[in-house]
């Protein structure tokens, strides 16, 4: 088969590769479709190696048809060959073919087109994940989500209002304002020329301060921030784009029982991940079906110009996820 691999000088191609060998508690999927995260970008320049046993190439988020299947996976899962499925990997989804773990694999929802379904296993489980098991996030309460064209916040955001948040999010201009309007946020930032600190500071003040924050940029703008946070509030750090270092008042803290979490979803157990993605299909695949909760897909490429998709995340100009088509 073929997949996309990290040549020396750090280009792409579309190259030869071995086949994958179907452990027993795996399905084999051949891959229609396969969606773009930063951490991609992060393992081409050889910052986020995949976890062991994982194929070298990129890819942690795939769509389509299972073609063959393990003996313990015929036994214990639901699939069956011809199924259309999504799936969350650890690694590998840049190619023609791909073996996951049976409970690594969801199915599509009805009305979801395979382009949106590849967009939807790696940005959901880290939406659910942040926002349900580490942020405790209940109706009511109201969540910061930064970098509202992001391919994450596309997801987080009609995830949040559909369970009953109140939702903020940042962009770098009006532009970009506009044109996240169908996510539903309830309060746009243009981080431009506002500063969100003093955003969360008239929050405060107004009695409704952030209860929640989901951070993917870091740097000083952090420690600026959580001195406004709610009493127990929570601040979650899934990367850091704006930098890796920031002052903070610990007495703002402490005083405030302020929560700093780190948090992968690589990182995360296998048994954990499939907890998060029984979770999802039950308690979020009703609410796509339904079009509360969807995922936003910025532009489709070939899989042959895996190149030029990097440069759409590289450049910041999406809005949403990009996704690659495998024929």
């Known amino acids: 088969m073929k997949a996309i691999l990290v040549n ?97 694999v969801m199915p599509i929802p009805e009305g979801i087109s395979i382009e949106e379904a590849a967009a939807m296993p790696e940005a959901f489980a880290t939406a659910y994940l942040n926002l349900f098991y580490e942020g405790g996030a209940k109706a009511g309460e109201t969540l910061l989500m930064h970098a509202g064209a992001s391919g994450l916040a596309s997801v ?34 243009n981080a431009g020329n506002t500063k969100i600190e003093d955003v969360l500071r008239e929050l405060l003040e107004d009695g409704r301060p952030v209860d929640l924050a989901i951070d993917c940029l870091g740097g000083d703008m952090a420690g600026r921030c959580l001195p406004y946070m709610a009493r127990d509030g929570r601040w979650i750090i899934i990367a850091t784009l704006a930098g890796d270092t920031s002052v903070i008042n610990l007495k703002e803290m402490y005083k405030r029982n302020t929560r700093v979490i780190g948090n992968t979803l690589r990182s995360r157990s296998p048994q954990m991940k499939a907890e998060i993605l029984s979770r999802l299909v039950e308690t979020v695949w009703p609410k796509v079906r339904d079009g509360r909760v969807r995922a936003t897909v910025y532009k489709v490429l070939p899989i042959e110009q895996a190149e030029a998709a990097h440069a759409i995340l590289m450049r910041g100009e999406n809005i949403g996820k990009v996704v690659l088509k495998v024929t």
């Not at 479709?33 to 970008?41: E, G, K, P, S, T």
């Not at 903020?168 to 506009?178: E, H, K, M, P």
């Open 8 to 104: 020396g000088d750090q280009s792409l191609s579309w190259s030869d590769v071995p086949d994958p060998v179907v452990q027993s508690d795996e399905v084999l999927i051949r891959v229609e479709a396969a969606a773009l995260n930063r951490a991609d970008l992060m393992q081409r320049a050889g910052d986020y190696p995949p976890p062991e046993g994982c194929p070298e190439w990129m890819g942690l988020e795939v769509a389509g048809e299972i073609t063959g299947m393990g003996e313990t996976a015929k036994q214990e899962s639901r699939w069956h060959i011809g199924d259309r499925v999504c799936a969350l990997l650890g690694g590998g989804g840049y190619a023609q073919y791909v073996a996951v773990q049976h409970t690594m």
């Open 156 to 189: 987080v955001i009609p995830m949040a209002k559909a369970f009953g948040l109140y939702v903020i999010t940042t962009v770098l201009s009006d532009t970009i304002a506009d044109s996240i309007k169908h996510l539903g946020a309830d309060l746009v930032v």
